[in-house]
């Protein structure tokens, strides 16, 4: 995985620009990549007060069945444009919030379920975010994540590897990351983890008990 070295607002400005792309792909990733049905399957277990992380358009709110409130947020105000519309279809009650997943503005234990899709690989700082979500998680709660990173095929991953640096100049995507490695190097205890697609997607459960 290669380092990040822009600054907090050229991030913020790549991912403005990719926004719209990334929306208007989702039959591709949600459909032929098989993300759809991985968000139904594992999202569909949050239950109580969730924190939706790195929220984008609200794309995961339809499956927070069992939520009894729902908090969406993002630091790309693109994003969190479309995410009101979706957040106006809800069955559930939706709040948006505009910030950064590296310091949240919540009290320590303040949601039942913590759930992020596809985002570890795009926010500015990784680690601090998932420390952020176990920060903000209850003790007995419970951390539900879709990620996705470098392939197991080898093939496939030294392609990612070498257009590593043009992925994160078009879509702030960290497409080589390893997904599991942050997690528990966050403090974040892996209760289960599944790999799809030559190993690029992860659906993982876990804690967020610290670990040893």
Not at 98 to 123: K, P, Q, R
Request: aromatic share 8%; glycine share 8%.
């Amino acid at each position: 995985m290669i380092n990040n070295n822009k600054s907090h607002k050229e991030w913020l400005e790549i991912h403005n620009r990719a926004a719209r792309d990334y929306i208007t792909s989702e039959w591709s990733r949600e459909v032929l990549f098989g993300v759809g049905n991985k968000r139904k399957r594992l999202f569909s277990r949050a239950t109580g007060n969730v924190l939706d992380m790195g929220c984008g358009y609200g794309i995961n709110f339809p499956h927070l069945i069992n939520a009894t409130h729902i908090t969406g947020i993002d630091f790309s105000p693109v994003m969190l444009e479309k995410a009101h519309e979706t957040a106006r279809r809800s069955k559930v009650p939706v709040e948006l919030r505009e910030g950064d997943a590296e310091a949240l503005d919540f009290a320590d234990n303040s949601f039942d379920t913590v759930i992020s899709s596809l985002s570890t690989c795009s926010f500015f700082n990784p680690l601090a975010a998932l420390q952020e979500m176990r920060r903000v998680c209850k003790s007995d709660g419970q951390i539900l994540l879709i990620e996705h990173g470098r392939s197991t095929w080898n093939l496939l991953g030294l392609y990612q590897d070498h257009h590593a640096h043009q992925m994160i100049e078009q879509g702030g995507c960290r497409w080589n990351q390893e997904p599991q490695e942050l997690i528990r190097e966050a403090g974040i205890k892996i209760i289960r983890a599944e790999r799809a697609l030559l190993g690029i997607f992860h659906t993982i459960t876990a804690s967020p008990e610290k670990i040893g």
